[in-house]
């Protein structure tokens, strides 16, 4: 059986609203219930490379495929079941919801992950039943967060970029017995 899914995410963020004037050189933002202003700084775009109209939003594109298989030998069951995932977020946030360049983040994500499972079961409503198997797993991740701290002055005054990879693998095996003794008594090992 294969089956896979598409989900893409472009949908507006929610903004943030200061509580607290943070930077007392600027005057407070007197906002209203439920508003907020932000600020777009076209060095900001260039840097990310994204339209200079930009406002806080996501863009996220997360997609994936599982493959299940199953042979029946008689006296035992193999299933595998084979899965890959991959996700690329976009996401533009104005954290300081004011209009000076204080707080503005952007995250670039790019993650996919492998799994494979591979388990031998015997025959169900026996005596003695049992299960032996493997299990992979792989993970790679790669993340730039951007920052533009150009209004904070004199403490900061500048555009950041913070990036990280991620790797990862697993491997692991198992193995389950039961045997059914007389009186409902069932020996459990694994």
Same mark, same amino acid.
């Given at each position: 059986?294969?089956?896979?899914?598409?989900?893409?995410?472009?949908? =507006?963020?929610? &903004? &943030?609203?200061?509580?607290?004037?943070?930077? #007392?050189?600027?005057?407070?933002?007197? !906002?209203?219930?439920?508003? &907020?202003?932000?600020?777009?700084?076209?060095? !900001?775009?260039? %840097?990310?490379?994204?339209?200079?109209? /930009?406002?806080?939003? =996501?863009?996220?594109?997360?997609?994936?495929?599982?493959?299940?298989?199953?042979?029946?030998?008689?006296?035992?069951?193999?299933?595998?079941?084979?899965?890959?995932?991959? =996700?690329?977020?976009? =996401?533009?946030?104005?954290?300081?919801?004011?209009?000076?360049?204080?707080?503005?983040?952007?995250?670039?994500?790019?993650?996919?992950?492998?799994?494979?499972? /591979?388990? /031998?079961?015997?025959?169900?409503?026996? #005596? %003695?039943?049992?299960?032996?198997?493997?299990?992979?797993?792989?993970?790679?991740?790669?993340?730039?967060? +951007? +920052?533009? +701290?150009?209004?904070?002055?004199?403490?900061?005054?500048? %555009?950041?970029?913070?990036? +990280?990879?991620?790797?990862?693998?697993?491997?692991?095996?198992?193995?389950?017995?039961?045997?059914?003794?007389?009186?409902?008594?069932? /020996?459990?090992?694994?």
């Amino acid at each position: 059986m294969l089956s896979g899914h598409w989900v893409q995410d472009d949908s =507006e963020v929610v &903004a &943030a609203k200061p509580v607290i004037n943070f930077l #007392p050189s600027r005057p407070y933002p007197a !906002l209203s219930y439920q508003q &907020a202003q932000w600020d777009y700084n076209t060095r !900001l775009a260039r %840097l990310i490379g994204r339209s200079p109209t /930009l406002s806080p939003s =996501e863009h996220n594109t997360m997609w994936g495929a599982d493959l299940k298989m199953t042979h029946d030998f008689g006296f035992a069951t193999l299933k595998s079941i084979s899965a890959f995932e991959t =996700e690329r977020v976009g =996401e533009y946030t104005d954290q300081d919801g004011t209009l000076w360049a204080t707080g503005d983040n952007y995250r670039n994500i790019v993650a996919n992950s492998f799994s494979q499972e /591979l388990r /031998l079961e015997s025959r169900r409503k026996q #005596p %003695l039943e049992w299960v032996v198997g493997a299990y992979y797993d792989r993970v790679r991740m790669t993340q730039q967060s +951007f +920052f533009d +701290f150009t209004d904070h002055v004199p403490t900061r005054g500048y %555009l950041q970029e913070t990036s +990280f990879g991620q790797n990862e693998q697993t491997f692991s095996q198992f193995a389950h017995l039961s045997y059914k003794l007389p009186y409902r008594v069932t /020996l459990i090992g694994g």
